[in-house]
């Protein structure tokens, strides 16, 4: 995964990987659960960015109400799978 800031780091950038390569998807409650990765947007930037092996994530906005009733928005990264050719 290139170089890795730290190992804490590095351990959310492998379960984070994991996630996308897993599910397809990860939002940041996902990611508090799973790594406890308060900077997502972050780590996607570092998953793009990898010299060895860089993900294709889209990042889709999605809005929501919360528990008061207003509208908030939050992204939700994908990842762009290849389509196999015949």
Known sequence: MGTLVNEMTGTQ?????????TFG??????????????????????LRHDPVDPM?????????????????RYATYRLVREEATA
């Open 13 to 21: 950038l492998r379960e984070i990987r994991q996630q996308l390569e």
């Open 25 to 46: 998807w990860i939002d940041k409650r996902t990611a508090l659960e799973i790594c406890d990765c308060d900077r997502l947007g972050a780590r996607i930037w570092d």
């Open 56 to 72: 294709n994530i889209e990042t889709v906005m999605e809005t929501k109400q919360n528990r008061f009733g207003h509208p908030v």
